[in-house]
């Protein structure tokens, strides 16, 4: 599975693209084996709805978080690169310090957000 980490070099913020690993396991018994990725701990999960035309100036990221697209399309902005996005995108901020990223959304969005 593909997804964009998002992460502050110490100078800037920055896009890195990177894969998932998965292992084959029993993930429940007693259903045939799975291929499974390494276990993640969280703190917390929310949903954001943001509706089109909204859009914020480059902040950190409040937290080290994983938001899942579910549906609508933006344009995220980090490190002077652009990279639009919509269903199915996956990211890992990281960038919990500046100068972060912006955001803007193109199309009504609902983003899902995980915590760690």
């Given at each position: 599975?593909?997804?964009?980490?998002v992460?502050?070099d110490?100078?800037?913020?920055?896009?890195?693209?990177?894969?998932?690993?998965?292992?084959?396991?029993?993930?429940?018994?007693?259903?045939?084996?799975?291929?499974?990725?390494?276990a993640?701990p969280?703190?917390?999960?929310?949903?954001?709805?943001?509706t089109?035309?909204?859009?914020?100036?480059?902040?950190p990221?409040?937290a080290?978080?994983w938001?899942?697209?579910?549906?609508?399309?933006?344009e995220?902005?980090?490190g002077?690169?652009t990279r639009?996005?919509?269903?199915?995108?996956?990211?890992?901020?990281?960038?919990?310090?500046?100068?972060?990223?912006?955001?803007?959304i193109?199309?009504?969005?609902?983003i899902?957000?995980?915590r760690c």
């Open positions: 599975m593909h997804y964009i980490r992460y502050n110490g100078h800037q913020t920055r896009f890195e693209d990177r894969e998932v690993s998965f292992e084959p396991a029993v993930f429940a018994p007693p259903a045939p084996e799975l291929d499974v990725s390494a993640v969280v703190r917390e999960m929310l949903v954001i709805r943001f089109a035309g909204w859009s914020d100036p480059l902040h990221s409040p080290r978080q938001m899942f697209v579910l549906s609508g399309r933006g995220t902005t980090a002077g690169e639009p996005w919509g269903p199915g995108q996956v990211f890992l901020l990281e960038d919990t310090a500046p100068p972060g990223h912006g955001t803007t193109l199309e009504d969005a609902l899902a957000v995980v």
